[in-house]
């Protein structure tokens, strides 16, 4: 079946300019993670849905992040006012129910921030 | 201290050597432990996960001590395509959701 897609695949915008990056989850999937993944770094967690529960918003590392799930499936992360410092690959996640599970990766979207 | 701390490497290991990977967690109460896969420029993919009694799948088999909240992966006859980096996932602790990644083991399988 079809995997986590995510677009665009990559995205140059200006400093200040907003930004939007969609992710489809595995269909059925409830959980759904954004993570991010700097050059040479580990996987930063950001934000995760869990069906109707509220999101753990935890990672989001300033208010110029956020993110929405519609209808439990497709979430979409925005980020406002863009750094340079944004730059990065942001790559989502979803599993069947939960942590204990397979998380299964989308190919990320690779944003640059000039 | 950091929640996962893993040797970044590289291990550079001859093909067909065995070669073993340790990772430390702070939190004593997390309960879900996984080693995912990265290659170059690709998107992390689950390995395996780590149970208590330890398991193994083929050449590769993965421990967790407790006591001493560290998890390994040893990789046996080791082969080209093995070259990857591998991540230490836990998650944060108790009925805790999020999952926290370690920065990666680069491994690269010499001819």
């Known amino acids: 079946g079809a995997g986590v897609s995510q677009s665009p695949s990559n995205k140059v915008t200006e400093k200040g300019k907003d930004v939007e990056l969609r992710c489809d989850p595995i269909?059925?999937?409830?959980?759904l993670y954004w993570y991010r993944q700097s050059l040479g770094q580990g996987l930063e967690f950001l934000i995760y849905?869990?069906?109707?529960?509220?999101?753990?918003k935890s990672g989001l590392p300033s208010d110029r992040f956020s993110a929405e799930r519609t209808g439990g499936s497709v979430s979409t992360l925005t980020i406002q006012r863009t750094q340079q410092e944004d730059s990065a690959v942001y790559l989502c996640?979803?599993?069947?129910?939960?942590?204990?599970?397979?998380?299964?990766f989308g190919p990320g979207t690779r944003l640059l921030v000039l | 201290r950091k929640e996962v701390e893993q040797d970044p490497g590289p291990f550079n290991v001859p093909e067909g050597a065995t070669v073993a990977f340790n990772c430390t967690y702070s939190?004593?109460?997390?309960?879900?432990f996984f080693w995912y896969r990265q290659d170059c420029r690709k998107e992390p993919k689950l390995l395996m996960s780590?149970?208590?009694s330890g398991n193994e799948d083929g050449r590769f088999t993965a421990q967790l001590n407790r006591a001493s909240q560290y998890i390994s992966l040893l990789i046996r006859d080791s082969k080209l395509s093995d070259s990857a980096t591998y991540l230490c996932?836990?998650?944060?602790?108790?009925?805790?959701?999020?999952?926290?990644f370690g920065t990666g083991t680069r491994l690269t399988i010499i001819p």
């Open positions: 996640a979803s599993a069947r129910r939960g942590v204990w599970e397979t998380q299964y």
């Open positions: 996932v836990v998650n944060s602790g108790f009925g805790n959701e999020k999952l926290t």
């Open positions: 780590v149970y208590s």
């Open positions: 939190n004593s109460a997390s309960q879900s």
């Open positions: 849905f869990q069906g109707n529960s509220a999101p753990d």
């Open positions: 269909s059925g999937h409830t959980a």
